[in-house]
């Protein structure tokens, strides 16, 4: 299997967004969870999307998993690298946007690396390189109070220099509207200059479509999905691909058994998503202190399900409102809360499947990321998109069997999500 681009996602929400949207955009499109074992067989495509779980990891175990990601990338034939980030640049001072990007950069040869979290589809934006949220500056905008990454600085240069080793500059909105021409001219003066990484201003499609034609000339790039549309529409117009799009079709073939959702997100969006789902489905609601305390919570949830799921659709959900979340942070540690909550919900999500779930749903980056380990579904077919950002899932080589599944970023999809979603995975 040869393919012409790459991408390390840095977890798997982000990788099924990413995968979408290379799909939309003509691109034959795999996600696997990890470097699959060389006996998986995956289909024949033109991209394959890695994810992993390293946004809120030590930065050295970053970097590693992500320097053995891209050797599997370049030995199946991969020209070019996307490191796939959260386009809200969710990132500590310490990396691990920084990091990653300098050693996949040595890894390639050097060079500038051109980065953008912009995705204009999803309201994120970036103007002389500030990072905007549906017109509000990321530090004032809800999505600031990441309860493992909170971004209280827009300014994207500033940002990603106190992770970085070396120089960060900045390709503002007149260089890019001038077209790739001026933004090549651009970067080489800033290698001259002893740049390694380029914050790139974004606002409209187009500006994504000049970066993508650049970018793909150089063997590295970091950004949201939106930097994976430029590249795969470069592909296209280049000639090196027909736009032939995945095999939809196979991905969404019915299966059988009962559905679920687990939620583990604490974002706005997510929490309004559950009041809506309640309407029409048994929703539960876990006492995220009890998860902390020991298993019994675990057991009673699996308990209720088991009362309920025969009749229809459930929804078991650790979701806390911020301040929740803020006290239980203070009482037990942000590392220790979080990690107590994505153990808990992985295992709810395997008994789910263990008593015959066959099309779940997922929401929450961490949740999504430790669910799907437990369950250690190896690989995607990428399916139609509910909402922008998420796709139907098909599993490659699951030893459940075939299952569908969609793995929402807490802050994607309209209200009516999960119902959408399980509409969509008969």
Known sequence: MAIFLGSIADDYTGASDLANTLTKNGLRTVQTVGIPDPSLALPDVDAVVVSLKIRSVPASDAVAAAASAERWLRQRGAGHVLYKICSTFDSTDAGNIGPVTEALSEAAGGGVVLVTPAFPETGRTVYLGHLFVGGQPLNESPLKDHPLNPMHDANLVRVLTRQSHNAVGLIDLTTIAAGPGAVKARLEALST?????????????????????????????????GLGLGLARALIRSGRISSGGAPTADAIRPVGGLSAIVAGSCSKATLHQLDIAERSMPVLRLDPERLLA??????????????????????????????????????????????????????????????????LVIAGGETSGAAVDRLAIPAFLIGPEIAPGVPVLRTIGNAQGDMLLALKSGNFGGEDFFTAALAMMH
């Open 294 to 359: 020991g298993p019994d919570e675990i057991a009673a949830a699996i308990s209720w399900a088991g009362d309920r799921i025969s009749a229809g659709p459930v929804v078991i959900a650790a979701s806390a409102a911020p301040e929740t979340v803020s006290r239980l942070q203070s009482l037990y540690g942000r590392e220790a809360s979080g990690h107590a909550i994505e153990t808990a919900t992985s295992i709810i999500a395997a008994e789910l499947v263990e008593r015959g779930v066959r099309r």
């Open 193 to 225: 200059a002893g740049v390694t990484a380029v914050i790139a201003d974004a606002i409209f499609e187009r500006d994504l479509e000049t970066l993508g034609e650049v970018a793909l000339e150089t063997p590295v790039s970091t950004g949201a999905s």
